[in-house]
């Protein structure tokens, strides 16, 4: 499996600043995703990171608010702009290799998020 | 709307006394039926994919099983160790990305 790296692994930001998460993987992988899991809750996908094209967003989450850059297979940041507490949450990078179609996903130990 | 749902909510076991955790979903086209463990702080930590009816998977005290309608988790004899959230997830035909239940936390006392 995916050995998947994230920095930071926590971190604590005033209101209104951003943060870049970055996602690091040992090998190419074809799909990257982005998951947020708040307090108590299970996880939600925020976006899919296209290599060389634009995310895929789910619904509820914009671009302007998450930006993501994905420049390369082994790679890629999201962004939490202009941050509020609500955006306190634990974000998650998982990579599926999509080599078949039944494909295994596997999940980054997470970043920890708190906004004051 | 495609849903994945986990019961109980919480599970308190002695240790060495079996259970099952349950997840229910509604998928159209299932392409795999994910259990991931995680413990607090932590990201997910892949166990198990099952992929048709009646398929098994076992790893050590856990054993994954899955019908058209529900997957299983069994534990057997669990151990202090085992405590933690185990999370179902679900990929129907067309996504890519999984579909999560909000889990299971079990808690084993020795």
């Known amino acids: 499996s995916a050995v998947i790296s994230q920095k930071p692994s926590r971190d604590i930001c005033q209101r209104g600043t951003s943060l870049t998460i970055q996602c690091q993987v040992d090998?190419?992988?074809?799909?990257m995703f982005w998951y947020r899991q708040q307090p108590g809750q299970s996880l939600t996908l925020i976006a899919t990171?296209?290599?060389?094209?634009?995310?895929?967003?789910e619904s509820g989450f914009v671009i302007d608010k998450f930006p993501i850059s994905r420049p390369n297979l082994t790679f890629s940041t999201l962004t939490v702009s202009n941050m509020s507490p609500e955006d306190s949450s634990i974000y998650l990078c998982?990579?599926?290799?999509?080599?078949?179609?039944?494909?295994?996903?596997?999940f980054g130990p997470g970043t920890r998020l708190t906004v004051l | 709307e495609d849903q994945v749902t986990q019961s109980p909510e919480a599970l308190r076991l002695q240790e060495g006394e079996s259970s099952s955790l349950n997840c229910s979903y509604t998928?159209?086209?299932?392409?795999?039926l994910f259990w991931y463990r995680q413990d607090p702080g932590k990201g997910p930590e892949f166990l198990f994919t099952?992929?048709?009816a009646g398929e098994e998977k076992e790893k050590e005290r856990l054993k994954a099983t899955l019908t058209k309608k529900e997957s299983f988790l069994h534990i057997t004899a669990p151990k202090p160790e085992d405590s933690a959230t185990y999370l179902c997830?679900?990929?129907?035909?067309?996504?890519?990305?999984?579909?999560f239940g909000k889990g299971t936390t079990l808690s084993v006392s020795s």
């Open positions: 998982s990579v599926d290799d999509g080599t078949n179609y039944y494909n295994e996903q596997f």
């Open positions: 090998s190419q992988v074809t799909m």
């Open positions: 990171a296209n290599q060389g094209s634009e995310a895929t967003y």
């Open positions: 998928v159209s086209g299932l392409r795999g």
């Open positions: 099952l992929y048709s």
């Open positions: 997830a679900a990929r129907d035909q067309a996504g890519t990305a999984l579909i």
